[in-house]
């Protein structure tokens, strides 16, 4: 099992940039795929970005490419996500997620854990 604790959201203004840090706990962090997902008010959840265990084989949404990065430092436990020329439309609340897997998922039904998420908002 592993526990995971997002931070780093905040308000920032339209292009502008953030980076979110999810820091994992218990099992080994380098074990797991790990993804990035949103979910804005009166909105569904959606898929943000993913990394795959160890060889760093990444995915992206089409509405963040070329905007938004995902890492991760598995000496550190800990997943990022560097988020540059941000817009209103990226607001949400984010969530880092893990599966027990070496492949990424773009699905949230295929993450078994999840954070309790923290808030981006960007203002016009």
């Known amino acids: 099992q592993v526990q995971l604790v997002e931070s780093g959201g905040g308000l920032v203004q339209a292009g502008g940039s953030l980076r979110l840090s999810c820091a994992a706990s218990?099992?080994?962090?380098?074990?797991?795929?790990m993804a990035w997902f949103r979910r804005a008010d009166g909105k569904e959840r959606e898929f943000v970005a993913a990394?795959?265990?160890?060889?760093?084989?990444?995915s992206y949404a089409d509405s963040v490419k070329g905007r938004f990065t995902i890492s991760r430092d598995n000496a550190k436990n800990t997943l990022y996500l560097q988020m540059n020329s941000l817009k209103p439309e990226d607001t949400a609340v984010y969530y880092c997620?893990?599966?027990?897997?070496?492949?990424?998922?773009?699905?949230?039904?295929?993450?078994?854990?999840w954070g309790q998420g923290t808030q981006v908002t960007v203002s016009s």
């Open positions: 997620a893990a599966r027990f897997n070496r492949v990424l998922s773009r699905f949230s039904d295929e993450y078994n854990y």
């Open positions: 218990g099992r080994t962090f380098s074990s797991y795929a």
């Open positions: 990394i795959s265990r160890s060889v760093g084989i990444t």
